[in-house]
T-cell receptor, first 112, second 116 residues
């Protein structure tokens, strides 16, 4: 199974509501990153949280990291229809491996 | 800056044919990687490179070769295409450091490959 696993796989909410996505991983990490992908496009970086950080904010995004539980969550507040996309977490396993491993993603639909 | 560019955007191959997917970046990033994206599978790492002359295998390397002769270019070669290689392929690059690890990855627009 993959290093990063996300839930839910799909999420549908109304505009203005908050959306929470979770990511769990198996091994120790250097940092964890969240990406967004609009349909048919490449991925765009949203936010990076390092292993020694517990929470990070960027605009309407809030990311938390719990290294003891090996999990992270992405919260999008006051969602908009334009937030409709797939969201992926990616784990950096450390500089020795040089690998960045992606989860399977959460598909978010925000209804106007 | 053009960022990460990929060519071609679309490609149709017959089983057994070979081809090279091109990837280039103009940000002087040491780290480059290739992913494939299949429905319901997320992105899976095929091969990656931590600098010119250095490549390594990812999660699903079979059937693919890479080389990194320059910092800018990281082509992906399909040796003998199979229908199982039908997918969308993304190239990405990033700056990394031993202390901080990976910074954000910049993705190309993708190549949609169909193998008949």
């Amino acid at each position: 199974s993959q290093q990063g696993e996300e839930d839910p796989q799909a999420l549908s909410i109304q505009e203005g509501e908050n959306a929470t996505m979770n990511c769990s991983y198996k091994t120790s990490i250097n940092n964890l990153q969240w990406y967004r992908q609009n349909s048919g496009r490449g991925l765009v970086h949203l936010i990076l949280i390092r292993s020694n950080e517990r929470e990070k904010h960027s605009g309407r995004l809030r990311v938390t990291l719990d290294t003891s539980k090996k999990s992270s969550s992405l919260l999008i507040t006051a969602s908009r229809a334009a937030d409709t996309a797939s969201y992926f977490c990616a784990t950096d396993l450390g500089s020795n491996t040089g690998k960045l491993i992606f989860g399977q993603g959460t598909t978010l639909q925000v209804k106007p | 800056n053009a960022g990460v560019t990929q060519t071609p955007k679309f490609q149709v191959l017959k089983t057994g044919q070979s081809m090279t997917l091109q990837c280039a970046q103009d940000m002087n990033h040491e780290y480059m990687s290739w992913y494939r994206q299949d429905p319901g599978m997320g992105l899976r790492l095929i091969h990656y490179s931590v600098g010119a002359g250095i490549t390594d295998q990812g999660e699903v390397p079979n059937g693919y070769n890479v080389s990194r002769s320059t910092t800018e270019d990281f082509p992906l070669r399909l040796l003998s295409a199979a229908p199982s290689q039908t997918s969308v392929y993304f190239c990405a690059s990033s700056y990394t450091s031993k202390l901080a690890g990976h910074n954000e990855q910049f993705f190309g627009p993708g190549t949609r490959l169909t193998v008949l």
